[in-house]
């Protein structure tokens, strides 16, 4: 179960962070990224092989807005349209209370799914500080991520930081040479 430190809406954008990396790729993977969220846990057990390909579809348009979001580009209508009408609909599912206190989601499994990671986007966009929202300057990475401290450039520092550093540092070898 991953540890879980940011938004929904960014940990779901950020479970593909390059072209041919992709954690989400098969439904046991997607079950096992949503076990750090009890609620969307209990829903992708419930999910079918062919209804992963629309959770990977919304996960794309997620990423989609977060990057445009990033750039201050103007997001297509029909990217906006796609990325935040399961988050603004009605919600396709009740809460039944569980004994002993808290409560579980009762509905369809992929629309309750599209609808919270949907509405995950919605509370983000509509949280975000201006200037709070980057994208990782590493090297073909793809990742989102709040800036809680000044300068933070990359999504994790001891990946894409250490890439960068090592690669600077090559650069500086061969100059001198």
């Known amino acids: 179960m991953p540890s879980v430190a940011d938004p929904l809406a960014i940990e779901f954008a950020n479970t593909r962070s390059s072209a041919g990396r992709d954690r989400i790729a098969t439904l046991e993977q997607f079950r096992g ?79 309750t799914v599209r609808h919270l990671v949907g509405r995950a986007l919605v509370d983000l966009v509509l949280n975000l500080r201006p200037g709070e929202l980057h994208r990782c300057h590493g090297v073909g990475c793809e990742r989102v991520f709040l800036a809680r401290r000044a300068g933070r450039r990359w999504c994790d520092s001891r990946i894409c930081g250490n890439r960068a550093r090592v690669a600077a540092h090559a650069r500086r070898h061969r100059e001198t040479l």
Do not use: I
Request: hydrophobic share 50%; net charge negative; no cysteine.
């Open 33 to 111: 990224w949503a076990g750090g969220w009890p609620a969307l846990a209990a829903l992708a057990a419930e999910l079918g092989e062919d209804e992963l390909a629309e959770v990977l579809s919304q996960r794309d348009t997620t990423q989609t807005v977060l990057h445009r979001l990033v750039g201050a580009d103007r997001l297509p209508e029909d990217v906006w349209e796609r990325a935040m009408r399961p988050g603004l609909a009605a919600a396709p599912f009740q809460l039944v209370a569980v004994p002993g206190g808290g409560a579980t989601l009762a509905g369809e499994p992929l629309a």
